[in-house]
T-cell receptor
Framework: DTEVTQTPKHLVMGMTNKKSLKCEQH?????MYWYKQKAKKPPELMFV???????INESVPSRFSPECPNSSLLNLHLHALQPEDSALYLC??????????????FGPGTRLTVL | QQQVKQSPQSLIVQKGGISIINCAYE??????FPWYQQFPGKGPALLIA?????SEKKEGRFTISFNKSAKQFSLHIMDSQPGDSATYFC????????????FGTGTRLLVSP
């Protein structure tokens, strides 16, 4: 199984809502990533988890709250978002940091619209 | 120093032609250079990657050329097909550590039938 799955595929939320994005992989990868991608732009790194611990936070606003409950799951909790947060949110995973193999496997993304 | 510059922004190639996309980096600590292909509504998928100890890597119709002294690398797609129409991102990172990929700005490739 070389797949990263993300749910939901699409999400529309108001600025006062609380919602969560979910990412799952069963490749035994111990590094997981959240990226944000605006239209016609490259993905921008938001968070990196290594062995279920938050290793990198790229100065992301606190209205985005990541969580890694176990080695296969990664969540992104959303609260009080702004319309400019509308984007494609991508999850990725890779083998343990420190190993030579660096391929990051991306999921299909969640298309988020904030009204 | 963290930037990866990519050109062209968009490219139209006839079926059967060669598509060439170029990237340049600044940080000499980078030692892993992948290319990702992204179709609309999908996540990026790794196409091919190279390390700086080789000057060229070929996988099927896709070839990466790497020039370490110039800090440039390029993707060549031979015999381009309409199914290759997608956005291509070059990227760079260190091979170890947290593998922070620095992406280029992307090239939208359209292969006309």
């Amino acid at each position: 199984d070389t797949e990263v799955t993300q749910t939901p595929k699409h999400l529309v939320m108001g600025m006062t809502n609380k919602k969560s994005l979910k990412c799952e992989q069963h490749m035994g990868h111990r590094a997981m990533y959240w990226y944000k991608q605006k239209a016609k732009k490259p993905p921008e790194l938001m968070f990196v988890y290594s062995y279920e611990k938050l290793s990198i936070n790229e100065s992301v606003p606190s209205r985005f709250s990541p969580e890694c409950p176990n080695s296969s799951l990664l969540n992104l909790h959303l609260h009080a978002l702004q319309p400019e947060d509308s984007a494609l949110y991508l999850c990725a995973s890779s083998q343990s940091p420190g190993l030579e193999l660096t391929e990051q496997f991306f999921g299909p993304g969640t298309r988020l619209t904030v009204l | 120093q963290q930037q990866v510059k990519q050109s062209p922004q968009s490219l139209i190639v006839q079926k059967g032609g060669i598509s060439i996309i170029n990237c340049a980096y600044e940080n000499t600590a980078f030692d892993y250079f992948p290319w990702y292909q992204q179709f609309p509504g999908k996540g990026p998928a790794l196409l091919i990657a190279i390390r700086p100890d080789v000057s060229e890597k070929k996988e099927g119709r896709f070839t990466i050329s790497f020039n370490k002294s110039a800090k440039q690398f390029s993707l060549h797609i031979m015999d381009s097909q309409p199914g290759d129409s997608a956005t291509y991102f070059c990227a760079a990172s260190k091979r170890t550590g947290f593998q922070k990929l620095v992406f280029g700005t992307g090239t939208r490739l359209l292969v006309s039938p």
